[in-house]
């Protein structure tokens, strides 16, 4: 089981989001905690209005709602009495247990899991305090609730499989296919909180990958003047297409205030992870000598690290990007050095015309030979080896005139 607790400010924000999810008939309310009566036989209003009239008890709590999921594994299916009795026995371990709560049981992903929500204000008015506990309260929970009913351990190498972020290529959003909004939501809530990015360039360098922008607008745009920020779906050519959704449209608001925070958050990074990026670029071109860009970013696929190119109109590339799924970093090559940006890996890699040239020749030579089947064989990988030789590089050393190297001083021995 994995749980993933969240706070907000508004708890009819959280409300709304489970109860659209159940007029749409992906989602279905499944029980109460410390309602007055059964969930069936409450109205919206009624739900609703038990969370609101206790948060009012204390106004100084601003970020007073709580939605929390607990996902399973995808081989598990429960019943809605045992989902009910994993929500209660977890809001109980985790200080929640008197709290109002409402538990959904949600049908709209691949693996089965419910939403609960709830509110940080107490009965009397008090608030509750959860600084940490997520790695406190929850983790103790977790564990202690997936012994009890038999779940599939989180930690497991399965679990970390069937949780862990599946290829890009099968996770691209394809406009027209699915609705936008919903499409768009399920990148932003995979990327915004799992990845660690200090720009809106290294944000969209992942979101790209899913044919997502984060998108201010011009310079001239009210939409820049205003702070404010759009999400846009890309066609194949990283081209925008269709109508684009401001950020305060979705549940989770991903504003620019809120990636600004974000940003700074991020600014600091685990050192091992800069070293293990740079490590892998390093034994890249130390393991295959004359690599072309194409072979160097295929290269780092294989270690799970995609590389971004920024182009300019002409194709000429300006800026890289490198998006690590293993450490879930981004980073502009040039915050790792400068052997490391987009000028100093051109210059480590071998032209792309060269390289095709090489390829030809070698492709040439291997035709010959098939073809001169019955006559002396060639020896291609020595002939190979000549081209390549032939087209490295010519070395050049800077000679100097005798008459204009400096003499020597003559160090004259004391004590003879």
């Known amino acids: 089981m994995v749980a993933i607790i969240k706070t907000g400010h508004s708890v009819r924000s959280s409300f709304n989001y489970n109860e659209n999810k159940v007029s749409q008939g992906i989602a279905v309310c499944i029980g109460e905690g410390n309602y007055p009566v059964d969930v069936e036989k409450m109205n919206?209003?009624?739900?609703?209005?038990?969370?609101?009239?206790?948060v009012t008890l204390n106004d100084n709590v601003t970020r007073n709602s709580v939605h929390i999921s607990l996902n399973f594994d995808p081989s598990e299916n429960h019943s809605k009495e045992k989902l009910m009795d994993i929500a209660n026995a977890y809001m109980e371990k985790i200080g929640f247990g008197q709290q109002p709560y409402l538990v959904?049981?949600?049908?709209?992903?691949?693996?089965?899991?419910?939403?609960?929500?709830?509110?940080?204000?107490?009965?009397?008015?008090?608030?509750?305090?959860?600084?940490?506990?997520?790695?406190?309260?929850?983790?103790?929970?977790?564990?202690?609730?997936?012994?009890?009913?038999?779940?599939?351990?989180?930690?497991?190498?399965?679990?970390?499989?069937?949780?862990?972020?599946?290829?890009?290529?099968?996770?691209?959003?394809?406009?027209?296919?699915?609705?936008?909004k919903k499409a768009i939501n399920g990148v932003l809530n995979k990327v915004l909180f799992d990845y660690k990015y200090s720009s809106l360039a290294e944000l969209?360098?992942?979101?790209?990958?899913?044919?997502?922008?984060?998108?201010?607008?011009?310079?001239?745009s009210r939409v820049f003047k205003n702070n404010g920020l759009l999400y846009r779906i890309l066609d194949k050519n990283a081209k925008p297409i269709g109508v684009p959704i401001k950020a305060s449209d979705f549940y989770t608001k991903p504003t620019l205030k809120f990636l600004e925070d974000k940003f700074k958050a991020n600014e600091t990074?685990?050192?091992?992870?800069?070293?293990?990026?740079?490590?892998?670029?390093?034994?890249?071109?130390?393991?295959?000598?004359?690599?072309?860009?194409?072979?160097?970013?295929?290269?780092?696929?294989?270690?799970?690290?995609?590389?971004?190119?920024?182009?300019?109109?002409?194709?000429?590339?300006?800026?890289?990007?490198?998006?690590?799924?293993?450490?879930?970093?981004?980073?502009?090559?040039?915050?790792?050095?400068?052997?490391?940006?987009?000028?100093?890996?051109?210059?480590?890699?071998?032209?792309?015309?060269?390289?095709?040239?090489?390829?030809?020749?070698?492709?040439?030579?291997?035709?010959?030979?098939?073809?001169?089947?019955?006559k002396k064989t060639l020896d291609v990988l020595a002939i190979c080896k000549l081209i390549d030789s032939l087209l490295q590089p010519e070395m050049t050393y800077d000679y100097l005139p005798k008459q204009l190297k400096k003499k020597k001083k003559r160090r004259i021995r004391k004590g003879i």
């Not at 305090?129 to 497991?156: C, D, H, P, W, Y």
């Not at 949780?163 to 996770?171: G, Y």
Request: glycine share 6%; net charge positive; with cysteine.
């Open 44 to 54: 919206y209003t009624m739900k609703l209005n038990r969370l609101l009239n206790q």
């Open 104 to 180: 959904y049981q949600h049908n709209d992903s691949g693996h089965p899991h419910i939403h609960i929500v709830s509110i940080k204000v107490r009965a009397d008015g008090s608030r509750i305090n959860m600084q940490n506990i997520g790695k406190n309260q929850s983790e103790k929970a977790r564990k202690e609730i997936e012994e009890t009913f038999g779940l599939v351990k989180a930690k497991s190498k399965k679990t970390n499989e069937q949780f862990s972020l599946q290829p890009i290529a099968n996770r691209k959003i394809d406009y027209g296919k699915t609705e936008s």
């Open 204 to 220: 969209n360098a992942v979101l790209g990958l899913y044919n997502v922008k984060a998108d201010r607008g011009s310079e001239r």
């Open 269 to 374: 990074r685990k050192v091992s992870d800069k070293t293990r990026l740079k490590n892998t670029i390093q034994m890249t071109f130390i393991r295959e000598h004359n690599l072309s860009l194409d072979r160097f970013a295929k290269q780092l696929e294989k270690e799970g690290i995609r590389t971004v190119f920024r182009k300019n109109e002409t194709g000429l590339v300006y800026g890289i990007t490198y998006v690590d799924h293993v450490t879930k970093n981004i980073f502009n090559g040039s915050s790792l050095g400068k052997e490391y940006s987009a000028k100093g890996i051109l210059e480590r890699c071998e032209p792309p015309i060269v390289a095709e040239n090489k390829q030809q020749l070698s492709e040439r030579l291997k035709a010959f030979t098939l073809e001169n089947n019955s």
